[in-house]
């Protein structure tokens, strides 16, 4: 259980920040851009770097 929370947590916290951020940016293609790459490349890393962490302390 800990281990699904922390990998939803992880997920969706930073996308949602960057998410938060590239809105705010003027550019609407900049905002475009901003917002899918940094949404899927950090949910990606993020997401298997707190599985791999929680699953050796698990």
Not at 7 to 21: E, K, N, Q, T, W
Request: one cysteine or more.
């Amino acid at each position: 259980l800990s281990c699904l929370i922390l990998c939803l947590i992880c997920s969706i916290l930073p996308c949602l920040i960057l998410r938060l951020i590239c809105w705010i940016l003027p550019c609407l293609i900049l905002r475009l851009v901003c917002w899918i790459l940094s949404c899927l490349m950090v949910r990606l890393i993020c997401w298997i770097l707190s599985c791999l962490m929680v699953r050796l302390i698990c």
